[in-house]
């Protein structure tokens, strides 16, 4: 029944590693994007997907990629875990972003680094 | 760059009393869009303002739009407490890569 699903929830790792989140919907949508929300509540987005093809980079360390295997899936992969990049990050679909860009969001998977 | 900018940030109100929280932007936009965020939780969709004059309301809350001014309100009528949570507002470039620029979020305490 769950329209946007990330894996996982929590994640706890030390500085230096490389880990991934997942990022899935099932509402057909054709657009996914990746957000980061600091611990101030500031929800910044990061990339975005359109069947499968990057649309929107922003400003981000290139030790995040996006990776889209098909467009129900957005994967973010982050090298080299830094302390600043302990955040929530919050994966969300929308239908077709020109027409209506309503955004439905996941979870999100809290990211806490030592 | 678009700036969002949201107020009052962090709104403490009593039970039974009604108040607006306000989202300016500083682009044209004619695309704006509600979230509500509970504690720990994620963000979910209130309300989707397409257009110049746009009234939507839901329950004791209702939006509305003014593209000229580039102001969105959201106001709240007879407060309750489940209405307590953070409140974004959310503008939509257009005309480029149709990106979401979130406020910063007004963070809504109903006291009993």
């Known amino acids: 029944d769950t329209a946007v699903s990330q894996t996982p929830k929590y994640l706890v790792t030390q500085m230096g590693n490389d880990k991934s989140i997942k990022c899935e919907q099932n509402l057909g949508h054709d657009t996914m994007y990746w957000y980061k929300q600091d611990s101030k509540k500031f929800l910044k987005i990061m990339f975005s997907y359109n069947n499968k093809e990057l649309i929107i980079n922003e400003t981000v360390p290139n030790r995040f990629s996006p990776k889209s295997p098909d467009k129900a899936h957005l994967n973010l992969h982050i090298n080299s875990l830094e302390l600043g990049d302990s955040a929530v990050y919050f994966c969300a679909s929308s239908q077709d972003q020109r027409a209506l860009n309503e955004q439905f969001f996941g979870p999100g998977t809290r990211l806490t680094v030592l | 760059e678009l700036k969002v900018e949201q107020n009052p940030l962090f709104l403490s109100m009593q039970e039974g009393k009604n108040y607006t929280i306000y989202c300016n932007y500083s682009?044209?936009?004619?695309?704006l869009y509600w979230y509500r965020q509970d504690p720990g939780k994620s963000l979910e969709s209130l309300f989707v303002l397409l257009s110049n004059g746009a009234v939507k309301q839901e329950g004791r809350l209702m939006a509305s739009l003014d593209t000229k001014a580039r102001l969105s309100t959201l106001h709240i009528t007879a407060a309750v407490h489940d209405l307590s949570a953070t409140y974004f507002c959310a503008v939509d470039i257009q005309g480029g890569s149709e990106k979401l620029v979130f406020g910063k979020g007004t963070k809504l305490t109903v006291n009993p």
């Open positions: 682009t044209t936009s004619d695309r």
